[in-house]
């Protein structure tokens, strides 16, 4: 776990970044940097995207939209699951069509997306601006 102090006290900065984190974390730093590693990729980031954006998916679905095979898929979705970007859910009783196995992307794969890439990416325009405005003085 952290060996943390919270987050920064009078604009001072922790000599180790993981006391950053609180006391009662409920990942260590090195799982956050998992997370985030993880998202780099841009399949996953895709694949996350969906599952933010547009709810639970079986692979069937994802495979679809992404036009990705089966095995690369899968591939990207254990490693979203490992780092808890994503959860698997198997359907537990078998219909006509068999048993299936949806994803849905949790909490911490939501604040990954939303808090972070995406709103990098949303801010693209403010950081031009300030680019600009910089340049003219």
Do not use: W
């Not at 001072?12 to 730093?29: C, R």
């Not at 639970?56 to 679905?61: F, L």
């Not at 068999?98 to 890439?117: D, H, N």
């Amino acid at each position: 776990m952290a060996t943390n102090h919270g987050h920064a006290v009078d604009n001072q900065v922790p000599e180790d970044p993981a006391d950053l984190l609180p006391e009662d974390s409920v990942l260590t730093l090195d799982e956050y940097l998992a997370m985030h590693a993880a998202v780099g990729h841009r399949t996953r980031y895709e694949i996350l995207y969906r599952l933010v954006h547009g709810g639970e998916m079986s692979p069937k679905e994802l495979e679809a939209v992404l036009d990705i095979d089966d095995s690369t898929l899968h591939y990207h979705l254990n490693k979203l699951v490992e780092v808890g970007l994503v959860e698997k859910r198997q359907q537990t009783e078998r219909d006509q069509d068999g048993l299936y196995t949806y994803y849905r992307a949790t909490v911490f794969g939501e604040v990954t997306l939303t808090e972070g890439v995406d709103e990098l990416i949303c801010g693209e325009q403010e950081f031009e601006a300030l680019y600009d405005s910089s340049s003219e003085a």
